[in-house]
């Protein structure tokens, strides 16, 4: 292979010439910047707890204890030891278990919504940006008419007929999000295709699904990914808002936003303990989220950082 | 003017119309929409009259052009609890809502200016930090989880504030009763605070980081060099040069902001007991009452969307490089 042919495989395959070194980068980079740092920590034990709930949840986060109703935060059992660390609900359930569950519906929503709405957006963008004129003017104008939408009702509308249920949930979530990843796929697109490494594509022959999935997507791959930590983010609190009205998954699967949707009723008897620790857990995880957003923006786009 | 608008009002129709057909899909998407009308008891005999008599039999297409006539004239059928028309339940809590998100508006703007500013001025400073952590945590937090704790420790531990209850101010405003309504004015705005705040927080740390950014770019332009190097002081040259143009990027998101208010207020209506929309959505959910769903996201969203044509057109007039 002669040493042109060579760089220009570089160029067209650049997203993964060097992903070991470049990870390494990014870990360096990551270390630099504590609270970058501290979120991904975060992120990692919450996966982790969401993974081994069952072995790391104390007691049965379904079951009932009635005489131990709303017990507050530190309360004992009759040996002196630890029952409920952070208090039980209304029904005597664990709240820390419950707590622990919750957070397995907030990261499975929140990473497959944003992988569906991902993958249908960039298909879309990509398709929009490649061929322009009417594909681009009917993907643009269907984008149009969803951001017309409030989207909480449009998903409110959409739940309500379709019933409760985890699928149904990430399904409206996971289409809710496309809009983005589509104009973002589609204006990144454009300015690639006037790059000579599509024209050289272009040239041999490559055809037009090659070049656009093989070539262009690994060159516009960067914004998007800046924009799925940031749309976790937002998945989870939409989420949350969404079980909060009632229209998550079954009552029987603990959420968070479930639980602060039950602790509404408590509100007056001051039993702060019941809203207090899901909304922290939906406050630090979606703030960790976007943390990570920000810092993988600057760290990813350095022109960003020149104007802040 | 005039050609933008007729350039825009294409567009505008079209979006609405898709509007229609998205609503009208949502009902058809989980199978026969006669079953969401009855009760789970209902014998086949009523299936079937009610299907007819709702037009379910009939084929698609005649079903929406049905569902876009009676649209046009207002009509979204009866809602399911109450047996009396929706739009008439619509209208009357809408003006609860629109006072809720007004509110919010205001603060979402003339909260985040100043906030924005000073983080730009104190560059790289404590003061920066501090704001700009605030506003990464306002970014985060639950707008109706942020209602809850506001409740719990401002108004029950303190009690500073009204917890929740609702004094209407556009209500007899509309109905013509002018005395009335400003004679409420001062009650109606110590009940929005909480509710108001809860919902803008998100909003203020979000227009806050936009300002800032937008604030530092122009604080680096030539103009203010030449203005600071004239002796001007700080403030004369942040509020008479920078502030002017910092302020078009925040104008643009303001139509958006409105459709994003809305969101939170139906939320954050629950936990306050607004009378508003939000609240009979809620209750619309647990009823499973459709029609009075469908109808009031169609009113929402139509008003969203016309909501953006003002702005847009506010924004044409404003903007000189925009070109009508």
Redesign the interface.
């Known amino acids: 292979m002669n040493k042109s042919q060579s760089s220009s495989d570089e160029i067209i395959t650049n997203g993964s010439v060097s992903s070991s070194s470049s990870f390494l980068k990014l870990l360096t980079a990551l270390v630099k910047n504590k609270w970058a740092l501290i979120s991904v920590v975060w992120l990692f034990f919450i996966i982790f707890v969401a993974i081994f709930a069952s072995e790391l949840s104390p007691l049965d986060p379904n079951k009932n204890h009635i005489m131990e109703r709303v017990s507050p935060p530190l309360t004992l059992d009759k040996k002196g030891d630890m029952k409920y660390l952070i208090g039980s609900d209304a029904l005597g359930r664990d709240g820390l278990s419950r707590l622990i569950y919750g957070a397995q519906v907030s990261l499975l929503v929140g990473f497959t919504a944003v992988f569906i709405g991902g993958l249908i957006g960039t298909l879309l963008g990509i398709l929009a940006g490649y061929y322009g004129r009417l594909t681009d003017d009917i993907i643009m104008?269907?984008a149009?008419?969803q951001l017309?939408?409030?989207?909480?009702?449009?998903a409110?509308?959409?739940l309500?007929?379709?019933?409760e249920g985890l699928i149904n949930l990430i399904l409206v979530l996971g289409v809710g999000q496309w809009v983005t990843y589509a104009r973002i796929a589609r204006a990144q697109t454009i300015s690639q295709k006037e790059k000579e490494y599509v024209e050289a594509a272009k040239a041999l022959g490559v055809s037009n699904f090659n070049i656009m999935f093989g070539s262009i997507l690994p060159n516009i791959f960067a914004p998007l990914i800046v924009i799925a930590s940031f749309n976790v983010?937002s998945v989870i609190?939409a989420e949350?808002?969404l079980s909060?009205?009632?229209?998550g998954v079954p009552p029987q699967i603990p959420t968070w936003?479930a639980m602060?949707a039950e602790?509404?009723d408590h509100?007056?008897a001051?039993r702060?303990w019941l809203?207090?620790f899901p909304?922290m857990a939906?406050?630090i995880t979606?703030?960790a989220f976007?943390?990570v957003g920000?810092w993988l923006r600057d760290y990813l786009d350095p022109r960003l950082k020149e104007?802040? | 003017m005039f050609l933008y608008i007729l350039r825009r009002l294409p567009q505008t129709i079209l979006v609405i119309f898709g509007v229609t057909l998205v609503t009208f899909i949502a009902l058809q998407i989980g199978g026969d929409p006669t079953y969401l009308f009855i009760s789970d008891r209902a014998s086949p005999e009523e299936i079937e009259a009610t299907r007819i008599k709702l037009g379910f039999d009939k084929p698609l297409y005649i079903q929406y052009f049905n569902y876009v006539i009676k649209l046009l004239q207002l009509d979204f059928g009866n809602s399911l609890y109450f047996g009396q028309s929706a739009m008439t339940i619509i209208l009357e809590t809408l003006p609860a809502t629109l006072e809720l998100t007004i509110f919010s508006m205001f603060i979402a703007i003339f909260g985040s200016i100043p906030f924005g500013i000073f983080a730009a001025v104190y560059r790289g400073t404590w003061i920066d930090g501090t704001l700009m952590a605030i506003a990464m945590l306002g970014q985060s937090i639950p707008s109706f989880w942020l209602g809850i704790m506001c409740i719990l420790y401002i108004s029950l531990n303190v009690d500073w504030l009204p917890i929740s209850g609702h004094v209407p101010f556009l209500m007899p405003l509309f109905e013509g009763n002018f005395i009335e309504a400003f004679k409420n004015l001062p009650i109606t705005l110590t009940y929005l605070i909480l509710p108001g705040f809860a919902v803008a927080f998100y909003s203020v740390a979000r227009n806050a980081r936009l300002i800032r950014s937008s604030m530092l770019e122009v604080l680096s332009q030539d103009y203010v060099r030449t203005a600071k190097s004239k002796g001007l002081t700080n403030y004369v040259v942040i509020m008479r040069h920078a502030m002017r143009n910092a302020w078009l990027p925040v104008v643009t998101i303001i139509g958006l902001e409105f459709g994003f208010m809305i969101s939170g207020v139906v939320v954050v209506e629950v936990i306050f007991a607004w009378p508003g929309l939000g609240r009979t959505i809620f209750d619309a959910i647990a009823n499973r009452d459709i029609p009075l769903v469908q109808a009031a996201v169609v009113v929402i969203s139509v008003f969203v969307i016309i909501i953006n044509l003002i702005t847009d057109l506010v924004y044409a007039k404003l903007d000189p490089r925009i070109k009508l």
């Open positions: 104008r269907l149009d008419i017309a939408f409030p989207f909480i009702l449009l409110i509308l959409f309500v007929v379709l019933g983010a609190l949350a808002a909060f009205l009632g229209l936003g602060l602790s509404r509100i007056f001051k702060w809203p207090f909304g939906i406050l979606v703030l976007n943390i920000d104007i802040e």
